[in-house]
C-alpha cells in the first residue's frame, strides 16, 4: 500500500500547513492516535468547520488570567475540540494551559497541578463576570 495525500486549502496561506493521517505501514506502534485513529482524526477535521469563539468570552477568558496574574496569550486552535460542536449551539471559547515538555495530544502529555489550578480559576472568575452580566 501507498501514501494516500489530501489537501484542504486553508482560510490563510500565510500560517504552515498542519498534516494529519496514518503510518499504519511503517509505523505499527505509533501511538494511540496513529493508524485508523489518525486517518479518522483527519477526515473529522476536514469535515467540520473550524470555530470562531465568541469575542466576549475570549476576551472575558484573558482578562482573568491576568487580573489573576497568569501569563496570558491568545492562540487559535486548529484541531477539532468539542468546543467545534459546542459553538455552533452557544458562544463559546476555550482556555489552554500547558503541557510538560509543549507535549500535548500524545500519550506521555502530562500537566502540573498548578496549571490545572490555574486554569480552573481563569474558568471560575470568567463564569462569575458571565453571571454578574445584566
Known amino acids: 500500500m501507498g501514501n494516500i495525500f489530501g489537501n484542504r486549502p486553508g482560510k490563510n496561506n500565510s500560517l504552515s500547513p498542519v ?6 505501514d511503517s509505523q505499527p506502534k505509533g501511538g494511540r492516535f496513529d493508524g485508523i485513529l489518525g486517518v479518522m482524526g483527519a477526515l ?3 469535515r467540520v468547520d473550524h470555530a470562531v469563539f465568541d ?5 472575558r477568558v484573558l482578562t482573568s488570567g491576568k487580573k489573576l496574574g497568569y501569563p496570558t496569550l491568545q ?3 486548529g484541531a477539532g475540540h468539542d468546543a467545534s460542536y459546542m459553538n ?22 502530562d ?8 486554569g480552573a480559576n481563569v474558568l471560575f472568575h470568567a463564569i462569575l463576570q458571565s453571571a454578574n452580566e445584566r
Do not use: Q, Y
Open 88 to 109: 455552533r449551539i452557544c458562544p463559546t471559547a476555550m482556555i489552554f494551559v500547558p503541557s510538560i515538555g509543549g507535549r500535548s495530544h500524545v500519550e506521555v502529555e
Open 55 to 59: 469575542e466576549k468570552l475570549v476576551n
Open 111 to 118: 500537566t502540573c497541578w498548578e496549571d490545572c489550578e490555574a
Open 19 to 24: 498534516m494529519s493521517g496514518s503510518h499504519i
Open 44 to 46: 473529522e477535521t476536514l
Open 75 to 77: 492562540m487559535i486552535s
